[in-house]
């Protein structure tokens, strides 16, 4: 048993919903969230930028004493993630192998499609571990650069987001892809709409709800979970007002977050 807590990391808010499946998957252990809010979005810089960022995101987290760390960002797992796992000794675990394991798995015509930020379709790493897994499929990419503003200041099912989803799921569409994987950790709260717009048919794939699972099963195998099964207490971290993450927060959490939200001054 270990009750050192589990660290998670984002670029702003997305990362709370892996959160939320982490609490639901394992009430008893104890989360610290880092949200990188003063620099987000990490989809649009340079591949230097993004590791830059991400290894400041974990460099930040190792300072809490924690037993693993989830990478809750598309973008840092498919661009930042392969050059640093070296670098470390404690347990990663990011939020493409998953995901792609499971589209492969469910994918009954062979058509995945792929949505992300700029730096995650431009990374090509989903394309690339999908066809590692099976040669012979199909994957159609496209990024949606302005999907993270929109779920961040509350437009996730307004008329706006429905016509721009529209227009970035239009080459998934007329590919007859099966199965999407929603390669941002705020895609979540676009299930809907994007359901409204492929079908009911379509497999959407949460790959932050994945990585909790691949994390707890890694937990469990090595004897790390927590030794209580309920209570667990979560902390979190910004890099940006305080005041705008709590008010968004609860969105993506499902449930209002009271206290424990501090400002991470050190990466300003």
Not at 74 to 97: F, H, M, N, R
Not at 140 to 164: H, Q, T
Not at 185 to 206: A, R
């Amino acid at each position: 048993m270990d009750n050192r807590p589990i660290g998670v990391f984002d670029s702003g808010l997305g990362g709370l919903t892996t959160v939320r499946q982490i609490i639901e998957a394992m009430p008893g252990e104890d989360i610290i969230y880092f949200g990188d809010t003063g620099r987000v979005p990490y989809g649009n810089r340079s591949c230097e930028t993004i590791i830059r960022y991400t290894k400041d995101d974990i460099d930040f987290l190792l300072k809490h004493n924690i037993k693993i760390i989830i990478a809750a960002c598309g973008t840092a797992s498919s661009v930042a993630l392969p050059q640093l796992y070296d670098k470390y000794d404690i347990k990663i675990i990011g939020v493409l192998e998953p995901a792609c394991e499971e589209a492969v798995r469910v994918t009954k015509n062979g058509r995945i499609g792929v949505i992300g930020t700029t730096g995650t379709i431009k990374s090509g790493k989903y394309t690339e571990l999908i066809k590692n897994i099976n040669p012979k499929l199909t994957v159609v990419s496209n990024d949606c650069p302005m999907f993270v503003p929109l779920v961040e200041n509350g437009y996730a099912e307004s008329e706006a987001a429905r016509l721009i989803a529209m227009d970035y799921l239009k080459p998934l569409k007329e590919e007859n892809v099966d199965t999407i994987i929603l390669g941002c950790t705020h895609y979540p709260l676009l299930e809907k709409v994007i359901s409204d717009i492929m079908g009911k048919e379509v497999n959407l794939i949460s790959p932050g709800a994945l990585a909790a699972k691949k994390a707890q099963s890694y937990l469990k195998e090595n004897n790390l979970l927590a030794e209580k099964c309920s209570g667990g207490k979560s902390e979190f971290y910004v890099s940006d007002s305080v005041e705008s993450f709590q008010g968004l927060a609860s969105t993506f959490l499902g449930r209002t977050i009271e206290g424990h939200i501090h400002r991470a001054e050190v990466l300003l």
